[in-house]
């Protein structure tokens, strides 16, 4: 890739490749005599990495020198063919509402650019780092919120792509969260978004939560229509249901009711799952008799927590 190629995919300018490359050693690894740099792969890496750090707020010297280390590093996992497992949650640590504010400033900047891998990495770092629950609440949400602010206030439909590829990424991202051991025959959670419901970000996130802690999850994603929901219920047997609406209009109490009503098991001895009204698309208000309310995912995930418990689906951490 050319200089000038390189520049446009990062989103700086020419002059500063070149200033990084005499005042910090990080230019092309190969140098043609009498011919235009060239940069390769191995070489982008490391300039992305040097992107993602100072946008980040890190000072450029000490990005270099972090992203030379970085590319030392992910040079000899592929020489050995490593992979490294995320930290174990009890190594998590807290974030700082001032650390906050930089990685929603960094996530933003590199949704901005387009620069799907500064989103991919960051995202990962933060959910292994912190936690699920922390991640969403304190860099995901208001990242979301910030770039759908910019494409609501621009006249045309700008930002609308960074929009779409913000939201597939923390979907890949809430996806790769993965379920310590589970018990066999330990009965899932149901989670689904009401008929006409597209808009699942989310749930996922409550899903991903859910497995996090060790609860096991069915995830039946956007617009599961009602009789289907049913049937998952009787053929299930689950302790709870969330149904997740984003938008007043495709909530509804009759069809939360039919949920709710729906029975399995031996007559004489026939039970219901409890149903979480999930989203800002359900009414304000105390909820129809027999369902909660959670507001936020915190909310969510404790409300749950104690209705597996109740019904001897006990969490594995």
Not at 274 to 303: E, F, N, Q, Y
Request: aromatic share 4%; proline share 9%; hydrophobic share 40%.
């Amino acid at each position: 890739m050319t200089t000038g190629d390189l520049a446009r995919r990062l989103g700086v300018a020419p002059t500063t490749l070149r200033s990084w490359d005499r005042r910090y050693g990080l230019g092309p690894a190969v140098r043609p005599e009498g011919q235009h740099r060239r940069w390769t792969p191995q070489d982008i890496a490391l300039l992305e990495e040097m992107c993602r750090l100072t946008s980040a707020g890190v000072p450029p010297a000490e990005a270099a020198r972090t992203a030379k280390g970085w590319a030392t590093a992910a040079s000899r996992r592929v020489e050995h063919k490593e992979e490294q497992p995320a930290p174990p949650a009890s190594s998590r640590t807290a974030l700082r509402p001032g650390d906050a504010r930089l990685e929603c400033r960094g996530l933003i900047r590199a949704t901005t650019r387009l620069d799907a891998p500064a989103m991919s990495h960051q995202l990962t770092s933060l959910v292994d780092a912190h936690g699920l629950v922390t991640a969403w609440d304190q860099v995901l949400v208001p990242t979301l919120h910030a770039v759908g602010r910019k494409w609501e206030t621009t006249s045309s439909d700008r930002y609308v792509e960074a929009e779409h590829l913000l939201s597939w990424h923390v979907s890949t991202a809430l996806r790769r969260v993965t379920a310590p051991l589970i018990p066999d025959g330990s009965t899932p959670l149901l989670l689904a978004c009401v008929p006409e419901e597209q808009h699942t970000l989310p749930l996922e996130a409550l899903n991903a939560a859910l497995l996090e802690r060790g609860l096991p999850t069915r995830m039946f994603g956007a617009a599961v229509p009602i009789d289907a929901l049913a049937a998952a219920v009787r053929r299930t047997g689950p302790p709870a249901i969330v149904l997740w609406s984003q938008v007043r209009a495709t909530a509804g109490a009759p069809l939360a009711k039919q949920v709710a009503a729906t029975r399995w098991g031996m007559r004489g001895a026939r039970r219901h799952p409890a149903v979480l009204l999930c989203g800002p698309g359900w009414p304000a208000g105390p909820p129809p008799a027999g369902m909660r309310r959670p507001l936020t995912l915190h909310d969510a995930l404790s409300t749950l927590t104690h209705v597996c418990e109740a019904s001897s689906v006990t969490p594995t951490n």
